[in-house]
T-cell receptor, first 113, second 114 residues
Framework: AQSVTQLGSHVSVSEGALVLLRCNYS??????LFWYVQYPNQGLQLLLK??????LVKGINGFEAEFKKSETSFHLTKPSAHMSDAAEYFC???????????FGTGTRLTIIP | NAGVMQNPRHLVRRRGQEARLRCSPM?????VYWYRQLPEEGLKFMVY????????ESGMPKERFSAEFPKEGPSILRIQQVVRGDSAAYFC????????????FGQGTRLTVV
């Protein structure tokens, strides 16, 4: 079975500061890993995904994530936070060849002016 | 190219009534997934459908819930005899070739059972 753990249900950072959202996964097979963002009362938008190619993945809105197999981690980062980054972020995993996503419980990111 | 369309956006039902949630995938997408998001929780997989076929329903409750994706028309998630615990946001996602490729989510239907 696969699972995802997101450390910190709420994260606050100052505008312009580094954003770091943590995600650890568990998978018995090489995983596909995803980060999604959800704005209030909206659906989910894909930020980036890892599919066994480059371990450093660049996404939209200046976000990137690094796949570290030894640490079973896929943390999301952004060098400089913007007010528009305030949202809920979900990490998700799926098995290569399997279809459904298993989501973490989410991290709510607040940006302090 | 319109995105994934879900309707209604908000649905209120009394206990014991039926709820029907609709999802029209993006043009050219033949894979549809339904997820449920309970308050303060992540999304939980419910069911994966292709046209006229249920591929994986391992996340569907055994009773009262059903889903279909007919040859023509939207995918329907049907909940019979709703209870308060069914109150949640229900999201549909669609893709061309499965969730490992680019999958797009709708804005969700927020079901409230009173």
């Amino acid at each position: 079975a696969q699972s995802v753990t997101q450390l910190g249900s709420h994260v606050s950072v100052s505008e312009g500061a580094l954003v770091l959202l943590r995600c650890n996964y568990s998978s018995s097979v090489p995983p596909y890993l995803f980060w999604y963002v959800q704005y209030p009362n909206q659906g989910l938008q894909l930020l980036l995904k890892y599919t066994s190619a480059a371990t450093l993945v660049k996404g939209i809105n200046g976000f990137e994530a690094e796949f570290k197999k030894s640490e079973t981690s896929f943390h999301l980062t952004k060098p400089s936070a913007h007010m528009s980054d305030a949202a809920e972020y979900f990490c998700a995993v799926s098995r290569a060849g399997n279809e459904k996503l298993t989501f973490g419980t989410g991290t709510r990111l607040t940006i302090i002016p | 190219n319109a995105g994934v369309m879900q309707n209604p956006r908000h649905l209120v039902r009394r206990r014991g009534q039926e709820a029907r949630l609709r999802c029209s995938p993006m043009k050219g997408h033949s894979h549809v997934y339904w997820y449920r998001q309970l308050p303060e929780e992540g999304l939980k997989f419910m069911v994966y459908l292709q046209k006229e076929n249920i591929i994986d329903e391992s996340g569907m409750p055994k009773e009262r819930f059903s889903a279909e994706f007919p040859k023509e028309g939207p995918s329907i998630l049907r909940i019979q005899q709703v209870v308060r615990g069914d109150s949640a946001a229900y999201f549909c996602a669609s893709s061309r070739q499965g969730m490992n490729t680019e999958a797009f989510f709708g804005q969700g239907t927020r079901l409230t059972v009173v």
